[in-house]
């Protein structure tokens, strides 16, 4: 099976944004604080802001915010794994072809942990009640934890 190949497969599995779509947000104190209509849902991995093209960076939501921010501590523990185990970390596989000069193999090493990462975020949010505002996403409940689980 070809890289390409594998790409096709992959892009066919439902995946973890399916589950994340039916998910309710539990908030209170929305009479103080009332949140955007899109906020008491989920919808999409991308945002529109300021692009014509979806983008997952600058997350305007926060399941995005706090898939944003896991996905970044992983990505940092993988590149300390990566560098430290002497690998190089811009010669990937799969991300290869779709990013310059960038630790692309950090992303290959990635894949597998990101279902980690996903279900956590998954408990993260049907175990809450958020509380507006939300100001950054180390103010969500758990989330500044959130590695403990996953770490090597």
């Not at 896991?70 to 596989?93: C, F, H, S, W």
């Not at 942990?113 to 505002?133: E, G, M, Q, Y």
Request: aromatic content about 8%; hydrophobic content about 35%; overall charge positive.
């Amino acid at each position: 099976m070809s890289v390409s190949d594998f790409r096709r497969v992959a892009q066919k599995c439902p995946g973890v944004f399916s589950v994340l779509a039916i998910l309710a947000i539990n908030w209170k104190g929305l009479n103080q604080h009332p949140v955007p209509d899109e906020w008491l849902g989920y919808s999409t991995r991308s945002t529109m802001r300021q692009r014509k093209s979806p983008e997952n960076r600058r997350a305007t939501h926060p399941i995005n915010a706090m898939l944003n921010y896991a996905y970044g501590m992983l990505e940092v523990q993988t590149r300390i794994n990566v560098i430290t185990k002497g690998y190089d970390p811009t010669k990937g596989i799969l991300h290869g072809e779709k990013y310059n000069d960038c630790h692309t193999f950090v992303f290959d090493q990635m894949e597998p942990s990101r279902p980690l990462v996903d279900r956590r975020i998954i408990a993260l949010i049907k175990d809450n009640t958020f509380l507006p505002p939300l100001t950054s996403p180390l103010t969500l409940p758990g989330l500044a934890d959130l590695t403990r689980s996953w770490r090597g």
